[in-house]
Structures are given as C-alpha cells and as structure tokens.
C-alpha cells in the first residue's frame, strides 16, 4: 500500500497529470509550473551526476599517477643518500 501512495505522489510530477489537475481546478497554474520546475531540475540533477563519475574516475586516475611519482621520487632521494 505504500508503493501505491508513492506512485500517486510521483504522478503529481508528471506533465499531464500536472495538466488534467489543472484544468479540473485542483491545481493552480503557478503549482504547476512550480512543480515542473521541480522536476526538470531533479533531471538536470541526474544528468550532472551521470557526467560527475567519469570525472572523478579521471581524477582518480590522476592521483594514482601522481601517487605514484611522489613514491619513485622518494625512492630516487632515498637511494641517493
């Protein structure tokens, strides 16, 4: 019964349901225009937070190397004295 209450609440979310809520007078224009503000930013969310991962991969990548550098320039110093 809880996944039906949650389904109905994402439904006020969804475009045409924002409109027929509209044109039968339950919602006003401006909730809806707030409410689909709403969701196209928490689809702009999941879009940056998609592009973000591969980034951090590569940032991650990034410091292994210079991990990496840091170590052999320690071994370098290290084998010098």
Request: charge should be negative.
């Amino acid at each position: 019964m809880a996944n039906e209450e949650e389904n109905k609440e994402d439904s006020v979310y969804d475009e045409e349901d924002r409109e027929k809520l509209v044109e039968e007078g339950e919602m006003s224009p401006e909730e809806a225009g707030f409410m689909k503000g709403y969701d196209e930013a928490d689809k702009e969310k999941k879009v940056k937070k998609k592009e973000a991962k591969p980034e951090s991969k590569e940032v991650q990548k990034e410091k292994e190397k210079l991990e990496e550098t840091l170590s052999e320039l320690d071994t370098q110093k290290e084998n010098k004295q």
